[in-house]
């Protein structure tokens, strides 16, 4: 799996995680929805990097989490296969032209870029205005 899907599908379980992981910052979500709007998997996965500088201790979660997905994924990884799938708590990931997701409950795929921005206006309108 590509460093920026794995970033994405990290970031995306980050937002469903109860309770919260990240502070609830409502301006900080919607500076990071902002940014990600009409842009690249690779440059979303960027600027989620980089926004979750701004939360030491839950990035360190992050990177924990991360590291431990790859560590799982190398062994079910398909090295040849044109089109990969892995299985991740909560999502089927869909490596196709761009990056697919089935989330639990879903039968339609979803652009995994678009979940992401799905999950973090969901945050903007349940977080208290700070």
């Known amino acids: 799996m590509r460093d920026d899907t794995e970033t994405l599908v990290m970031f995306a379980q980050l937002l ?3 309770p919260p992981i990240l502070p609830p910052d409502r301006a900080k979500f919607q500076e990071l ?8 998997e690779t440059d979303a996965a960027d600027i989620i990097i980089e926004w ?7 990035q360190e979660i992050f990177v924990k989490e991360l590291a431990k997905n790859r560590q799982e994924l190398g062994e079910l990884a398909e090295p040849d296969s ?7 708590p909560n999502f089927q990931i869909i490596e196709e032209k761009e990056t697919m997701i089935l989330p639990p409950g879903r039968e339609e795929k979803v652009s995994l870029l678009a979940y992401v921005r799905q999950k973090l206006t969901e945050c903007v309108i349940v977080l208290p205005l700070n």
Do not use: C, R, V
């Open 16 to 18: 469903e995680t109860q």
């Open 82 to 88: 044109n089109q990969m799938q892995w299985i991740i």
């Open 33 to 40: 929805a902002a940014k990600l709007a009409d842009i690249s």
């Open 52 to 58: 979750l500088e701004q939360f030491p201790q839950e």
